[in-house]
């Protein structure tokens, strides 16, 4: 009896112990659990070249006060942040190309108007740096994924343009990703250099730079990819959808949206968007409200 009350007790010490060690177990494996990457991702600083995709996000503003946009570039901007947040993003303006391109000084006091500038910009920084290239009025639908496999020999374009010009495939140039020293950038980059002076009065000089872009292109089609963007009755997205309320946003599914500022500027129709407060644009029925709604996941 005494022999079998001693088993029973053993048994009872077994038990208790293992329970107690696999608990202890489970309380060490919680202590010492590694933090979660992803989240430290979200808390570094945009820069922070040790965590986050070191492909720079050029968003140019083209002007000289970085405070002083319209609030649907803020917007635009916003769903940059939201989309890409784990690239190295950079928002430049004039004041700031003296630090990234001094050597180009010379050539940008030779330009005489902002076309060229900001295309002699454009060429140089990418050029240089390599990127992806936005105008500071570009929505960023949907993560972009062909960022994280960029070769580097492939200049990658965005949508279409000019496609009724003779001689001009119709490929446009406003939002470029590269990597540095790209073959076509490289060549782009040469010829505005070297043209500087003769297209300063030339009333053909805004088609000028994308009529040869699109010849180099065609020339070295091998290294392009164009991801165009969806069309809308076999016309790419343009001012009078995003300012349509009949437009479906089920219509639309690219990555990439790109808000010609500069057309709506000038043109009465659209001009008044300039003027919208950001509640404005997003509580709107505009298709454009509606794209940078589902931008940030509103």
Partial sequence: METFVAIILVLIMIIYDSNFIEHFKKRETFVVAKPNIS??????????????????????????????????????????????????????????IKTLLPEYLDEINNCKTRYLLNNLIKYAILHKYGGLWLPSSSIIVKPLIILNSLRRDKLITFGNNNTQLI???????????????????????????????????????????????????????????????????????NNGHLFSNQVSIDSIDCNIVHVNLANIINNTKYSFLINMSQDDILNSNMLLGRLINKSLNR
Wanted: hydrophobic share 35%; proline share 4%; net charge positive.
């Fill in 39 to 96: 989240n430290i991702q979200n808390l570094l600083p945009k820069e922070n070249p040790l965590l986050i995709n070191t492909t720079p996000i050029w968003i140019f503003v083209p002007n000289n006060d970085l405070n002083n946009i319209t609030d649907i570039e803020r917007l635009c901007i916003s769903t940059v942040h939201k989309n890409l947040s784990k690239y190295n993003i950079k928002i430049i303006n004039y004041n700031k």
């Fill in 167 to 237: 001689n001009n495939i119709g490929i446009s140039d406003n939002i470029l990703c590269c990597n540095k020293d790209n073959l076509i950038i490289s060549n782009m980059l040469t010829f505005i250099k070297n043209n500087i002076n003769s297209f300063q009065n030339s009333i053909n000089f805004s088609k000028g730079i994308n009529a040869h872009f699109n010849k180099i292109v065609n020339d070295h089609n091998h290294h392009h990819t164009n991801q165009i963007q969806e069309k809308i009755n076999n016309v790419p997205v």
